[in-house]
């Protein structure tokens, strides 16, 4: 098996549907390698193709999110030439199968893979938005809205009052207490 630790790791950015942070993706969901462990995981569980993966972790988010494919496919490269999955051609489309060494890569992996679950779940609730009120929501979106209205000219009285503000009204949430 070839050392898997060694290679440079495929990234793992996600789409979002339908906002636009992080310069058109969505905000980072995954940390660096949790791919690398969840795409052999769902392929243990049953052997499927890339697009199958896509829309299982799709259905993982409700929808929320769904994954390049710029992100699996390498990915799944990656995790084939480590020997942990294996590919085999099925009417042009690879159909993945997880390996022994993959089997035993998850099984001593099992705490990290655990956490990367809970991970995601904390996301998927954000996503859909069940961690705040839709008036906070929208509230939080009304302030991403003014300030990237602004002209970009800030003034040093601007940045200062507009810091102010918002380093204010962050310790009264946090205190619990009214502006």
């Given at each position: ?90 009417a042009g489309k690879k159909r993945y199968t997880i ?5 035993l890569f998850l099984s001593e992996q099992a705490v ?55 380093n204010g009204t962050a310790q009264a949430i946090a ?5």
């Amino acid at each position: 098996m070839r050392d898997h630790h060694s290679h440079r790791e495929p990234g793992d950015g996600f789409e979002k549907r339908p906002g636009r942070e992080r310069a058109g993706r969505g905000p980072r969901v995954f940390a660096p390698g949790d791919l690398k462990l969840l795409l052999p995981a769902l392929i243990a569980e049953q052997p499927c193709h890339g697009y199958d993966l896509i829309r299982k972790i799709e259905a993982l988010f409700d929808g929320a999110y769904s994954p390049s494919p710029g992100v699996i496919y390498p990915t799944l490269t990656f995790l084939e030439e480590s020997e942990l999955i294996s590919g085999d051609a099925d009417a042009g489309k690879k159909r993945y199968t997880i390996t022994d060494a993959g089997r035993l890569f998850l099984s001593e992996q099992a705490v990290a893979l655990d956490g990367i679950r809970q991970r995601m779940e904390v996301s998927k609730r954000s996503l859909r938005g069940q961690d705040r009120p839709p008036e906070i929501h929208e509230a939080v979106h009304n302030l991403r809205h003014a300030l990237h209205s602004h002209h970009g000219h800030w003034s040093p009285e601007e940045i200062v009052r507009v810091a102010a503000l918002l380093n204010g009204t962050a310790q009264a949430i946090a205190d619990g207490k009214a502006q």
